[in-house]
């Protein structure tokens, strides 16, 4: 066989090097032309730690952990992650917004447990007596009770406990069964229902339709604390804190709205909507004037709530909540930011069972100049051609201002021209798909077709609580080690996107861009003063 000629060879060479320079050009992964000289040296050590670890500690043998990799499923890569140094130096990462957080799936679980114990009006129950072999997949039930409420019972584990009856939580923790492993066994079990553990997501539950089931039932548990008044505010302030403290200047929650009424101090089930966002709004004013007497106005630029309800009520009770939402966005026009239908999609109702009331709500804010777009969840599923994945065709024909998750766009090449040309961002959630079974791992996530067909990403953490992926480090972190292209400016255009594409108005995003612009320049030169110090 001969060889080609070196003029051929040569060619191709040229060719090659000008197919790849052309394909990087179009990629919003890369950018090149963009990059200032602190950024590209910036992002040269974080390249080269990258390699380093990839080869120390993600090569090491772990205990427990059969086959580590970068970007590997999160559970169990997660006590790995937090030992690099790019975790580290990521933590210091100004994030821009969280555009896609369940509200009550973003305090920590332990956190929320020891406001919970702090709080003599509360009583837990469960609905079968206890006993080893079924502790983990019993759930407690959680409810404040009013002062005068006399318990039967002491203690939930006795074998004279009658399911139902509610017991105070201190009693209970303190008479739990030895055999059930006494306080801690029941911290341990409470915890354990409001979190997903890897042997449940790639174990147990390892389908989309089992997970969900343990997914669903961790809100059930955790609402029972939240939606008690002197938690509930505590909850939202420890949000917003620890949400700063990970670089992230601004928070767009989701809340659920499903429940009428919220309980109050007194154990009376009597707080309606609005007095639950006059709560949330003075706890947002509240961290604002701190930061802002700290000199860390830049660190936080507020907060505004998606309003939201399950995707199995009837159209007719639709009606009540989107009337509800337009109360509450006239009520707190700078707060309300947009409606969604949240909930398992695979199972519950398609938005086209709503059609009427969704086009009619529209038609009526259009009428009356109220800017209160949906954000609709939609194609958070495998499923191709299922209800579930045609849900984004609707969200896009109903106008959505963004869409939660869009997992499955990727199989739509005119819908993926849509959002490129309208500039619907999509809000991904990349720990939050391999928890949920949509993805094995980061590298088999579909981030990078999305990106670098222009579509805009605000990067979230879905239910940081319950996956243990608190603050947006985690997923930052997954992003940038399962791609060999992606680098700095990857995770500066993620950023920049979430701020861009957020419910800021005019001048508060501006602010917000300059802000997060001004403590990017910082984070840079952190990350080269950081090498010399190492
Ligand atoms: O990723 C998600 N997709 C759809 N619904 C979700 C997701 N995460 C949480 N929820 C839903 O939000 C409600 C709590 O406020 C729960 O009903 C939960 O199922």
């Given amino acids: ?230 938690i509930f505010a505590d909850y939202v302030r420890e949000f917003l804190y620890s949400s700063i403290e990970d670089g992230i200047s601004y928070v767009e929650p989701r809340i659920n709205f499903l429940t009428k009424f919220m309980t109050g101090e007194d154990g009376q089930q009597d707080i309606d909507h609005k007095k639950m966002v006059r709560i949330f709004d003075g706890v947002v004013k509240e961290v604002k004037d701190k930061m802002k007497a700290e000199g860390r106005e830049d660190e936080f630029i507020g907060a505004k709530i998606i309003y939201s309800t399950i995707r199995f009520i009837t159209p007719e009770e639709l009606d009540w909540y989107l009337d509800d939402c337009l109360a509450l966005k006239k009520a707190f026009p700078h707060l309300i930011a947009g409606f969604d239908l949240v909930g398992n999609e695979n199972s ?62 990727v199989k739509h090449p005119k819908l993926m021209e849509l959002c490129r040309d309208r500039q619907i961002a999509l809000e991904v959630c990349p720990i939050s798909c391999v928890c949920s079974r949509l993805t094995s791992s980061m590298p088999a996530h579909p981030l990078p077709i999305i990106l670098n067909n222009g579509v805009p990403v605000a990067l979230s953490s879905d239910d940081p609580s319950v996956f243990g992926n608190m603050g947006l480090t985690y997923d930052f972190f997954q992003v940038l080690v399962a791609s060999e292209v992606a680098g700095l400016s990857t995770l500066r255009t993620l950023a920049q996107d979430s701020i861009q594409f957020s419910s800021l108005e005019g001048s508060e995003k501006e602010v917000a861009l300059r802000a997060w612009r001004a403590r990017w320049e910082k984070f840079l030169a952190y990350i080269i003063e950081s090498e010399r110090d190492n």
Wanted: net charge negative; hydrophobic share 40%; aromatic share 10%.
């Fill in 1 to 230: 066989m001969s060889s080609p000629t070196s003029s051929a060879l040569e060619q191709y060479k040229a060719q090659r090097a000008s197919l790849i320079e052309q394909d990087y050009l179009l990629r919003r992964d890369r950018l090149p032309s963009e990059v200032s000289d602190l950024e590209s040296e910036a992002d040269a050590v974080i390249r080269r730690i990258r390699t380093e670890e990839a080869e120390s500690i993600w090569s090491a043998s772990h205990e427990s952990i059969p086959h580590p990799f970068p970007g590997m499923e999160f559970l169990t890569g997660k006590s790995i992650i937090v030992k690099t140094r790019l975790f580290k130096i990521l933590s210091k990462m100004p994030k821009g917004g969280l555009l896609h957080a369940h509200l009550d799936a973003t305090v920590n679980a332990s956190y929320l447990w020891s406001l919970a114990l702090a709080q003599p009006a509360i009583y837990v129950s469960t609905s079968s007596v206890l006993v080893k072999e079924t502790l983990s997949s019993t759930l407690p039930s959680f409810k404040a009770m009013p002062k005068d409420f006399q318990s039967a019972e002491r203690s939930l584990s006795g074998d004279s406990y009658t399911p139902g009856t509610w017991v105070p939580l201190n009693a209970a923790r303190n008479s739990f069964d030895p055999a059930l492993g006494g306080s801690t066994g029941f911290d341990d079990w409470i915890i354990g229902s409001m979190m997903i553990s890897p042997a449940e997501a790639y174990g147990t539950h390892n389908t989309v339709a089992k997970i969900w089931n343990k997914f669903t039932n961790t809100f059930l548990v955790a609402q029972g604390l939240t939606r008690f008044m002197p």
């Fill in 348 to 409: 519950l109702y398609p938005l086209t069972y709503y059609l009427e009331q969704l086009l009619r709500f529209k038609e009526r804010v259009q009428k009356e100049g109220i800017d209160l777009p949906f954000i609709f969840h939609a194609g958070e599923t495998l499923g191709d051609g299922t209800e579930a994945d045609q849900n984004l065709y609707d969200a896009i024909l109903l106008g959505t201002k963004r869409i939660g998750h869009g997992f499955s766009l």
